[in-house]
């Protein structure tokens, strides 16, 4: 049984920032009250009542289902993305994590593809780009072949699935020490190109996303892993590297696809 | 990035195994190694270009990637930390773009010491299969007796473990040649590379300098 | 305007209302759906679905979002599964039985035609995910597996682990930014629905706030389909995501449309219980943890407070294996949660007396812990990271939570609402569940309406109107627009004498909701609820603290905004739970039980759809019916014993 034990106060050091063009600066805010059973985010929440009580501004954050799934939320604490725990986002993280007395500085994804829009929100809309450039197979509304007409095996379908299971929060560019988004763009690539039906456009997924990544003004991989240890769903680094190998044989097999394009035309 | 990597890793074991020959006291079977190398004229030219190239190839692309990748994080964190665990965040992973510079720097002057040091036109000749040449041997270990340049080779080549230790994976990991299976193999195999490369590399001058003078000549 | 509900549902046999239905509506030329602009807000399954769909058939797309991206929107927290009726397990199965199941599920509250014609597209939608790469759980052999969920005896329910809702809502996401890319779907993402925009009675468009620079923008259409979710955060701790809402189709509902059944709301079984007063949201634990999990009390009251593994099997009460053998752990959400809640309230709660064991002991020493792992480990670590205890060594601890809500807009078979142009998808709408949803049927639904129903009925709509030329300069645009102004300028206003927060006002209003038009209502409890939501709602535009004036990013504001409208819902449910004053599904009547405690339903008074209509925030609204009649179903009292 949960017992609420004495409540602690922490000293937050949190980024303030007006605007995208505002410069930003840190600002100390006590956190009075704080039970080891509150998550991040509730403490932020009983911050910021205090807060506008006091008529002052609120620390600006970003979260949505607060259950870890939907990737809204996310704060470098103490200079690691989502906190000390392993495979957790920020709304899971709880201040059984903190001790009484703490100093804890919250910063935003710092990323040029990520701009702060306030204080810890940023814009992630860069992610949704990437994916609209080729995170896709092109199946168009309306009937298909029976769900079993092509058989997956279990082995594949549970690969694809972890690759899947990426949630778009970003803590893999904000932990990189590049802000390269190599595993976010690694496990679409990697989900896709494991399922049969992600075959036909296999390579024009890939080249078409992996410019996209680059255009949108990522960092390059350079193998670091920390993305990895930041993820909050354990996506592999082996996704990056089949991202790799699949950019080099698209590339390799470009010239079959221009062919293609000649005869069409 | 990491083919060219790969290939200067390619070029550093042969030069590795060459300078094992200093190891042999005299330098006889050294010299005479390098007057073959000499020997092969126009082919030498080609292979030195080759590696200029390379060089140059690896440097290029890895200032343009360090400068973009500086640039892409907009604004600087008050400390990023890494989470452990999976990471494979080290001092060698995350200062690939400084040992390099160290490397670069030390092998311009390298070059110029050694390739383009004295010659014959300043005495250093000896005779390797009944015609003259030059001794570069004595080069090498005149170098040698100077404990500051002793030093600065051991400094040197230790940046160089550094940067196998993490190049060596990452090369295989960015030309996707890493299957899940194999990811740890080959990340142990670079380590033992980047050891095997400094050990042997600073295993030189230490020999020279601190071992040798005790070895009686054959 | 006065509200007339005609359902229009097909004439013919049931099984052929659809087919002959899709055979002989209208359809727009290929050539002209570009002409015709169409504005579809909220991108969850059903939204993202329908703007992909409607864009690949080349209609002119605009689609409207709150979350910072369009892959954020709820659905994605689904954990369990999907059903569809492809009886790949040979077990029974048919279109029929699911639609019977449904029904059924739904306590006979709902439309038979509509559920048909749902269970009838189940099949194609687990067709169309596969297609677009969606990673559904996979036996060895290669085929699709299934497993059940509460309220059915076959196995019907597809799953990607415990985040399907996520891999359908991220396949239906990515079809949609394939829309974007080429051009065909004009995303606004952090951008929120504030007004309806009704020109000659018609629904013509929309006025949203922009949430990064607070700027007002109007937006005209041809026709707007509102897919924006329930409602369940009204009772402030509930499953529901932070920003989920009612504001849009709350402010539809105050323009015209009809509000059907406001007071069906799920209450779901398995959730983490509360741990304190600090709790902003509850987390789920999938149904699908029933198949394998035993829900129990102690016994005695003496044993409430002991480690669960040293009380004795004969100390233990498997109260739903006890009174629903047929059934046994896997009876409906309704009867699930009601089952818990009197098990608490007899003072067998354990924990904070407020939860009940949810226990996988038999489950580990049956299949061995890696196999309980393989479908449930993210669950099982969810709850640990939450509750600090081990599940695979001592029981969960569940207790009920809001869910899910039944009731939204009134729509007809065509989706559409009474007003003519405003289409509703989804959880938004009222129409499949009746009084209470089966398990693994909101994803079907949603993807049901985006997929294979609006891309039709849109069509039959647009192509047999006569459109006036309207743009945004038109004066109902400016008069929209004027209300949403002086909505948030209220809101705003710097009220430095004001005392009580958004959020102290929220939990007010919640726990109001909570305590009397929860899992179980009376009449004197829903009359002090509307009294109190009245008094609250006065005391809210007076003195409510709003922290930060800005006009930019500003979730104060944001959560303001939404509570406002939430203090009017609120009022309509209670009012909605009074009027029917029988129990069926999740609405629970004390005062309409039967001698050993079940719900009681009265279908001579009570078999209708309620569909209310707004007469203004402090004026009564008026009660319309939609009768509902069963012509292929045998009404029978609900049993799961």
Sequence with gaps: ?265 | MGASGLALLGFLITHLAGNLLLFIPGGALFNEYAQKLESLGMLLYVAEFGLAFLFVFHSVIAIRLKLDNLSARGSKYAGLKSKGGPSRWNIASVNMAISGLVMGAFLIWHIKSMKFGPSIAQGYVTEVKGTLDRDLYRLVFETFKDPIQVWLYVGVMIFLGLHLRHGFWSAFQSLGLIRPRFSKLISAVGVFIAVLMAAGFLGIPLYIHFILPGVKTL | MSIILDSKIPSGPLAQKWSSHKSNIKVVNPANKRKYDVIVVGTGLAGASASASLAELGYNVKTFCVQDSPRRAHSIAAQGGINAAKNYMNDGDSVYRLFYDTIKGGDYRSREANVHRLAECSAGIIDQCVAQGVPFAREYSGELANRSFGGTQVSRTFYARGQTGQQLLIGAYQAMMRQVELGRVKLHARTEMLDLVLVNGKARGIITRDLTTGEITRHAAHTVILATGGYGRIFYLSTNAWNSNCTAIWQAHKRGAAFSNPCFTQIHPTCIPVSGDHQSKLTLMSESLRNDGRVWTPKRKEDIKKDPSTIKEEDRDYYLERKYPSFGNLVPRDIASRAAKEACDAGLGVGTGRAVYLDFRDAIKRDGEKTVADKYGNLFDMYSKIVDENPYQSPMKIYPAVHYTMGGLWVDYNLMSNIPGLHVLGEANFSDHGANRLGASALMQGLCDGYFVIPYTIGDYLASQSFEKVDTNHPEFKASEEFVNAKIGALLKNNSKATKTTTEYFRELGLTIWDHVGMSRNETGLKQAITKIQNLRNEFWENLKIGSTSSEVNKNLELASKVADFLELGELMARDALMRKESCGGHFREESQSPDGEALRDDANYSFVSAWEFKGVDKEPVLHKEPLIYENIKIATRSYK
Aim: hydrophobic share 40%; with cysteine.
């Design chain 1, 1 to 265: 049984m949960s017992t609420h034990e004495q409540s602690m106060t922490l000293n937050l050091k949190v980024w303030k920032q007006k605007g995208p063009k505002d410069s930003g600066h840190f600002e100390m805010v006590t956190a009075k009250n704080i039970i080891k059973e509150m998550s991040f985010l509730e403490m932020l929440d009983v911050v910021n009542e205090d807060l506008i009580k006091l008529g002052k501004e609120p620390i600006e954050f970003d979260s949505d289902c607060r259950e870890g799934i939907c990737g809204t939320c996310g704060i470098v604490i103490n200079g690691q993305a989502h906190g000390p725990w392993k495979a957790t986002t920020t709304c899971q993280l709880h201040m059984r994590a903190f001790n009484d007395g703490d100093t804890v500085i919250l910063e935003p994804w710092r990323a040029k593809a990520f701009p702060v829009l306030k204080d810890l929100v940023v814009d992630r809309s860069s992610f949704d780009r990437i994916i609209a450039s080729g995170g896709y197979t092109s199946a168009k509304t309306g009937p298909h072949p029976d769900g079993n007409a092509m058989l997956i095996p279990k082995p594949i379908a549970d690969r694809a699935f972890d690759a899947a299971a990426c949630i778009g929060c970003g803590a893999c560019v904000a932990a990189c020490p590049n802000a390269s988004a190599s595993l976010f763009t690694g496990a679409k690539i990697t989900h896709l190109m494991m399922t049969p039906q992600g075959q036909a456009e296999r390579e024009r997924r890939v080249v078409s996303m992996v410019d996209r990544m680059d255009q949108e003004g990522f960092g390059s991989c350079t193998n670091i892993g920390e993305c990895r240890a930041a993820c909050p769903k354990d996506i592999s680094l082996d996704s990056i590297a089949i991202m790799k190998r699949e950019y080099m044989n698209a590339f390799l097999k470009s010239d079959i696809e221009q062919r293609e394009v000649r005869e069409d035309a």
